[in-house]
């Protein structure tokens, strides 16, 4: 069983967001793909596997944290389209089945690969009881961002606001099913980005997740509203750092970034 690490929304190695990838033959029990996400201990790993021509999938894909499973990912599904293309295992865009739908991932002539997610619905909510102080600033708004991704969108001051955060986890934990996007616009867009963001996931075993694709489809309706642009540049200001490209159409929302394989072995047990 081959098992790729693939750095996803960047360029470069050692930046971006980190996912394990294993192409299979077909899904094992739950338990042993929870395990092997578990050893591999980045925030995410996921699991494909070839479906029969001519259904409205080509590959069948999951998602694992080291603690659970989760219905949405982006920069795992990046990282597996772009082990997919590099690999010779599949040409040209590609469609996988995911418990969030049918999620399609298209690769460019420039060696970007875009990817095609339903845009997360947004509804303003009081900022709940104690979730200035979980997270060290003064929410500014905060939008309940639905289902699928089941976090806490919340704007604060400025960039540096943004960037100095130092969350208390355990406490945010109380406040969404998965965690907090903290968010504001960009200091200087002239530096190629519009707005930055850092997000917390406690409640499914990450404390910080470095790039986030799946929490950019709740950012780009956010600040393609707020600046009048369907097309903008967000900066996850992780400490590993990454940016998404994101095209707010509609119900859709287009995500676009590169991948770099950084390790490739054979998992033994």
């Given at each position: 069983?081959?098992?790729?690490?693939?750095?996803?929304?960047?360029?470069?190695?050692?930046?971006?967001?980190?996912?394990?990838?294993?192409?299979?033959?077909?899904?094992?029990?739950?338990?042993?793909?929870?395990?092997?996400?578990?050893?591999?201990?980045?925030?995410?790993?996921?699991?494909?596997?070839?479906?029969?021509?001519?259904?409205?999938?080509?590959?069948?894909?999951?998602?694992?944290?080291?603690?659970?499973?989760?219905?949405?990912?982006?920069?795992?599904?990046?990282?597996?389209?772009?082990?997919?293309?590099?690999?010779?295992?599949?040409?040209?865009?590609?469609?996988?089945?995911?418990?969030?739908?049918?999620?399609?991932?298209?690769?460019?002539?420039?060696?970007?690969?875009?990817?095609?997610?339903?845009?997360?619905?947004?509804?303003?909510?009081?900022?709940?009881?104690?979730?200035?102080?979980?997270?060290?600033?003064?929410?500014?708004?905060?939008?309940?961002?639905?289902?699928?991704?089941?976090?806490?969108?919340?704007?604060?001051?400025?960039?540096?606001?943004?960037?100095?955060?130092?969350p208390d986890h355990k406490a945010l934990a109380a406040h969404s099913e998965r965690g907090i996007i903290a968010t504001a616009r960009a200091e200087a867009p002239s530096r190629g980005y519009d707005y930055v963001s850092r997000c917390f996931f406690p409640n499914v075993g990450i404390d910080e997740d470095p790039v986030t694709g799946s929490a950019h489809t709740a950012l780009a309706p956010y600040w393609s509203r707020r600046l009048g642009r369907p097309d903008l540049t967000g900066l996850q200001a992780?400490?590993?750092?990454?940016?998404?490209?994101?095209?707010?159409?509609?119900?859709?929302?287009?995500?676009?970034?590169?991948?770099?394989?950084?390790?490739?072995?054979?998992?033994?047990?």
């Open positions: 069983m081959r098992i790729r690490i693939v750095d996803a929304f960047t360029d470069r190695p050692f930046a971006g967001n980190p996912a394990g990838v294993l192409l299979l033959d077909a899904f094992p029990d739950d338990d042993r793909l929870q395990k092997v996400a578990l050893e591999v201990n980045h925030a995410e790993t996921a699991f494909a596997h070839r479906l029969p021509e001519g259904g409205e999938a080509d590959w069948a894909l999951r998602w694992f944290t080291p603690a659970t499973e989760v219905a949405m990912c982006g920069h795992a599904t990046l990282a597996t389209a772009h082990v997919l293309r590099t690999t010779g295992a599949h040409e040209g865009p590609v469609r996988f089945a995911t418990l969030s739908g049918v999620l399609v991932a298209s690769p460019g002539e420039d060696g970007s690969i875009t990817l095609d997610f339903p845009t997360a619905p947004l509804t303003p909510v009081d900022a709940p009881a104690g979730v200035a102080e979980a997270l060290g600033a003064e929410p500014r708004a905060v939008l309940d961002t639905g289902p699928n991704l089941g976090d806490l969108l919340v704007e604060v001051a400025d960039e540096k606001t943004v960037r100095g955060l130092t992780s400490p590993r750092s990454g940016r998404v490209r994101t095209e707010l159409r509609g119900e859709r929302t287009l995500l676009g970034g590169r991948a770099v394989t950084v390790i490739e072995g054979e998992l033994l047990a």
